[in-house]
């Protein structure tokens, strides 16, 4: 699964070896989305530290946004992710001898 979605917002897939031009970008978006989502998440700390002034409703609801189309994010490359690593009881099983 790459990690963006089409216009409809459904997910987009690619049949690949894992090399090639649109696996090393899909590999780059997924570095630069964590990135700045955890650049938005130290953000979002300060922001809300205790003792810090309050910030006008705008500023929360940008945050908000942000915050949201990030965990989005992170979700998406998790479960594109996931789907490659075999389910711990598959992978027993596949280590097993033959009997």
């Given amino acids: 699964m ?3 979605t089409t216009p409809d917002g459904n997910p987009c897939y690619l049949s690949t070896d894992g ?7 899909a ?3 997924e570095t630069v989305q ?5 650049e938005l998440l130290e953000y979002a700390r300060g922001v809300l530290a205790p003792g810090t002034l309050a910030r ?4 929360y609801r940008w945050l908000a946004c942000r915050l949201t189309e990030a965990l989005s994010d ?7 992710r996931g789907q490659r ?5 598959e992978a027993t099983e596949d280590a097993r001898p033959d009997e």
Avoid: C, F, K, N
């Avoid at 006008?56 to 500023?59: D, H, K, Q, S, Y």
């Avoid at 690593?85 to 009881?89: D, F, G, L």
């Fill in 2 to 4: 790459l990690p963006w």
């Fill in 56 to 59: 006008p409703a705008v500023e």
């Fill in 85 to 89: 690593i075999p389910a711990p009881q």
């Fill in 34 to 38: 964590i990135g700045m989502g955890e």
């Fill in 19 to 25: 090399r090639g031009y649109l696996s090393t970008l």
């Fill in 27 to 29: 590999d780059d978006i």
């Fill in 74 to 80: 992170a979700l998406r490359i998790a479960d594109s």
